[in-house]
C-alpha cells in the first residue's frame, strides 16, 4: 500500500491551515442546508434481498438498500452501503449515514465527512485506498420542520444491522479496522464498550485482523471549546497515523 510522505511541519501549521475549513463544516452541520421539498414519506419495501446470493461489493449494496430488517428504513431515502476497493487494508467503521449521506447515497459526504477527509490528508492516507462504511445503513433522524435531526441508533439496529457490516468485512477482508465512535465500535465487536477503554491500543480481531478505536468526526464537530477541539482533532489525527503506519 502506499501513503503519502508527511511534511515536516509544526503542529501549528495545521491548526491554522484546517481553521477556517472546520468552521465552514460546523456551520454546515447546524444550518438549514437541508431543506425537504417533498413531504415525509414511508418506504415500501420492495422484493426481499436475496441474501445468500451477495457474493460482490455492487451487489451487497443493492441488497443494503432492499434491507428490510429493522424499521429504519421506512423514512430514509435509501440504504448507505460502504465504499471504496475490495482489496482495501484499511476499513473506516462510522456510526449511520446522515442527512447527506442518505440523499447521495454514499458514506462519509456530509460534514463529518469533510473533516475526515482533512484529517485523512493530514494523517497520509489516501480515502480511495480506503473502504468506508458505517455500522447502521440507514438514516435515523426526527423530523423538525423542514430539518431532519440526527438519533443515535439502538442497541438492538446496531445488532440487526451487523449483519450487513459482517458481509462487507467478509467481501473486504481489511487488515485493520478503524471504529469511529461507540455505535461503529458495538458493530465491529458485538460488545458495548468504551472508546476510553479500547484508544490507544491495538486489539485483535475474532476472526482476524486488528482494530483501532476512536471517535467520530462529529465529535469533534459539536464541541465548543476550540482549545479542546484542537487537542481532540490532533489525538484524532494521530490515531489515523497509527493506522497508516500498522497497515503500512
Given at each position: 500500500m502506499s501513503v503519502h510522505a508527511i511534511p515536516e511541519r509544526p503542529a501549528r501549521y495545521f491548526l491554522l491551515r484546517s481553521r477556517a475549513r472546520v468552521e465552514r463544516m460546523r456551520a454546515a452541520a447546524v444550518s438549514l442546508a437541508?431543506?425537504?421539498?417533498?413531504?415525509?414519506?414511508?418506504?415500501?419495501?420492495?422484493?426481499?434481498?436475496?441474501?445468500?446470493?451477495?457474493?460482490?461489493?455492487d451487489a451487497l449494496a443493492r441488497a443494503i438498500d432492499r434491507c428490510t430488517r429493522c424499521p429504519l428504513y421506512r423514512n430514509a431515502t435509501q440504504g448507505v452501503a460502504g465504499e471504496g476497493p475490495k482489496a482495501a487494508?484499511?476499513?473506516?467503521?462510522g456510526e449511520q449515514p446522515g442527512d447527506q449521506e442518505d440523499r447521495q447515497g454514499r458514506p462519509f459526504v456530509g460534514p463529518a465527512g469533510q473533516l475526515l477527509d482533512a484529517a485523512l490528508d493530514e494523517a497520509g492516507l489516501d480515502r480511495r485506498r480506503l473502504f468506508l462504511t458505517n455500522a447502521v445503513k440507514h438514516f435515523k433522524f426526527e423530523?423538525?420542520?423542514?430539518?431532519?435531526?440526527?438519533?443515535?441508533?439502538?442497541?438492538a439496529e446496531?445488532?440487526?444491522?451487523?449483519?450487513?457490516?459482517?458481509k462487507e468485512r467478509a467481501l473486504?477482508?481489511?487488515?485493520l479496522i478503524v471504529t469511529l465512535g461507540a455505535s461503529a465500535l458495538r458493530g465491529v465487536t458485538?460488545?458495548?464498550?468504551?472508546?476510553?477503554?479500547?484508544r490507544g491500543?491495538?486489539?485483535?480481531?475474532?476472526?482476524?485482523?486488528?482494530?483501532?478505536?476512536?471517535?467520530?468526526?462529529?465529535?469533534?464537530?459539536?464541541?465548543?471549546?476550540?482549545?479542546?477541539?484542537?487537542?481532540?482533532?490532533?489525538?484524532?489525527?494521530?490515531?489515523?497515523?497509527r493506522a497508516r503506519k500498522l497497515a503500512a
Open positions: 437541508n431543506p425537504l421539498t417533498d413531504t415525509w414519506r414511508t418506504r415500501v419495501p420492495d422484493e426481499p434481498a436475496p441474501d445468500d446470493d451477495v457474493t460482490t461489493l487494508r484499511i476499513m473506516l467503521v423530523p423538525r420542520g423542514k430539518r431532519r435531526l440526527h438519533q443515535n441508533p439502538t442497541i446496531i445488532d440487526i444491522c451487523r449483519w450487513w457490516l459482517d473486504v477482508e481489511p487488515e458485538g460488545r458495548s464498550v468504551s472508546i476510553k477503554s479500547m491500543a491495538v486489539h485483535r480481531l475474532e476472526g482476524g485482523g486488528r482494530l483501532i478505536a476512536t471517535v467520530h468526526p462529529s465529535f469533534l464537530l459539536r464541541m465548543p471549546d476550540r482549545t479542546r477541539a484542537a487537542a481532540e482533532r490532533a489525538a484524532f489525527v494521530a490515531d489515523l497515523i
